[in-house]
């Protein structure tokens, strides 16, 4: 009976065997996995959003609306149940916003909070 010793695998090991060995099928796979691994850190940082919290838009569209910050003001949930949430615009925020967008305002409504990251 013998016992194996475990090496430690680095990022480039993985890379390159990814490179050297991976299918059109894994290389799908893995690009699932990334979704799926994306999808859930957007949810898990929707879910600490609070009425009151500083939040800063991420992975919106219209692209414009990315990196804009305010303050939730209010959420609520639409016919499938997933929640909004209602924004006040930062001054900074809302000058470049109406740069970008003719009759925009302070508040921005309908912002999903997977889109939604807390500013610390």
Known sequence: MTIS??????ATDVA??????????????????RRLRRDIQRTV??????VGSI??????????????????TTTSKNHKGETYACLRLE???FARLAKSRRGATEDLDGVPLSCLTPRT
């Open 55 to 72: 939040v800063e838009i991420r992975d919106m569209r219209p692209n414009y609306l990315n990196g804009l910050v305010g303050a939730v």
């Open 16 to 33: 390159t065997f990814i490179r050297d060995h991976a299918t059109p099928q894994d290389l799908e796979i893995l690009r699932e996995l």
């Open 45 to 50: 940082q929707g879910s600490l959003v609070r």
């Open 91 to 93: 001054p900074a925020s």
């Open 5 to 10: 010793t475990l090496t430690e695998v680095t």
